[in-house]
């Protein structure tokens, strides 16, 4: 593993120092700290124009590296799908932790027809997609090129009480989390409240709603530890490995989860964890 990747983000996030933030589920830094107006102003301006740079030089770097990557989420934006110029400075950070990394395994927990089309292209040994939309699983295989090396796999997802609160997974067999992967990524399955039963149940994260994934726990279950774990927003998700793992991971957050008065360093779309 190229153990350099501490020196590229400006601060490695200790759950023991933020313990609000945590008990919070990321959802407002503020409840640590307050700003001034003339700081919030500033960093707003100064998070504008970095975002806009980071948006600008992704795309740039994905439309030349990666044309069927690029005509992938064209299709997948059909629709108002995958909207949103963000997208791009996703798309570019898979590929560049891919490759830091050296990963030759991956298993997507939410497929999407960008991400998924992205991992097929970086070289993977083993590549399983997990997805619980009809209409996204098609979509994406209509995304996907011919003969792209990826096991895409239509499962249900699971609301179910884990640990003493409400989270989801996908429906899977017990073998399937015995597996090992050098990488995991989690943009699924869908987090908030699909019944009005699920919309009673005692969901922690109160503001928005939603309900950990725990599809990782599952791994860690069974003793395997990804080398690398991406997380696609999904607070709830971070929040417990913050709490329960943070001994063997060393964390990165995704930007907007850390104060407004410290955007320096890496743009990170991503919530980053790197076994220790």
Request: glycine residues 6%; neutral net charge; charged residues 30%.
């Amino acid at each position: 593993m190229n153990m350099g990747y501490k020196a590229m983000w400006k601060d490695k996030f200790e759950p023991s120092e933020h313990e609000v933030l945590v008990e919070s589920s990321f959802t407002d830094y503020t409840e640590e700290k307050n700003n001034s107006v003339l700081k919030a102003v500033y960093s707003r301006l100064d998070g504008a124009i970095r975002s806009r740079w980071f948006y600008k030089t992704a795309e740039k770097k994905v439309r030349k590296q990666f044309p069927i990557v690029v005509k992938a989420q064209e299709k997948a934006r059909l629709d108002g799908g995958l909207i949103g110029q963000y997208q791009w400075v996703r798309l570019n950070e898979i590929a560049r932790f891919v490759n830091l990394f050296n990963v030759k395994s991956v298993c997507e927990f939410g497929s999407g027809g960008g991400s998924t089309t992205m991992f097929s292209q970086l070289g993977l040994n083993h590549f399983v997609s997990l997805e619980e939309n009809d209409m996204w699983y098609e979509r994406t295989k209509q995304c996907l090129p011919d003969g792209a090396k990826v096991e895409l796999l239509r499962k249900d997802r699971l609301s179910i009480e884990y640990d003493g609160e409400p989270c989801t997974r996908y429906d899977l067999p017990d073998e399937f989390y015995q597996q090992h992967f050098d990488l995991v990524y989690i943009d699924g399955p869908t987090s908030r409240p699909l019944s009005e039963n699920e919309s009673s149940l005692p969901i922690l994260d109160k503001s928005k709603q939603m309900m950990p994934n725990v599809d990782i726990e599952l791994f860690f279950e069974n003793g395997s530890f990804p080398r690398v774990i991406l997380i696609d927003a999904r607070r709830p998700t971070v929040r417990r490995i913050c709490q329960k793992y943070s001994h063997r991971y060393d964390i990165f957050l995704r930007y907007y989860y850390k104060s407004p008065q410290d955007r320096a360093g890496e743009f990170l779309y991503h919530t980053v964890m790197v076994r220790k």
